[in-house]
Nanobody, 121 residues
């Protein structure tokens, strides 16, 4: 099983950038498609982005297309989320998780503590 630990969140002004990291324990990390999710106050957790096991394929929720980029380093057991042109509506706790399948948008494993992203207007 993969246990994720997210980091890199913070407070940023609208239009700014942040890079989130997800360090995942477990020798089988490279065998899992990975995803980023987020949960805003009072809302359900939602899918943000996904990356295939090799990192060669990615896809995004419509509301982050063109602004966010997901990547991974299997040698470091780490997944990243580069977030540019941030908007106040991006404010949320961000989580990573393994996916049931690359195209599923469905989390399969343990949730970490997440990392808070706050975008001020």
């Amino acid at each position: 099983q993969v246990q994720p630990v997210e980091s890199g969140g913070g407070l940023v002004q609208a239009g700014g950038s942040l890079r989130l990291s997800c360090a995942a324990s477990g020798r089988t990390f490279s065998g899992y498609a990975m995803g980023w999710f987020r949960q805003a106050p009072g809302k359900e957790r939602e899918f943000v982005a996904a990356i295939s096991t090799s990192g060669g394929s990615t896809y995004y929720a419509d509301f982050v297309k063109g602004r966010f980029t997901i990547s991974r380093d299997n040698g470091q057991n780490t997944v990243y989320l580069q977030m540019n042109s941030l908007k106040p509506e991006d404010t949320a706790v961000y989580y990573c998780n393994t996916l049931t399948a690359f195209g599923s948008r469905q989390p399969r494993g343990y949730w970490g503590q997440g990392t808070q992203v706050t975008v001020s207007s």
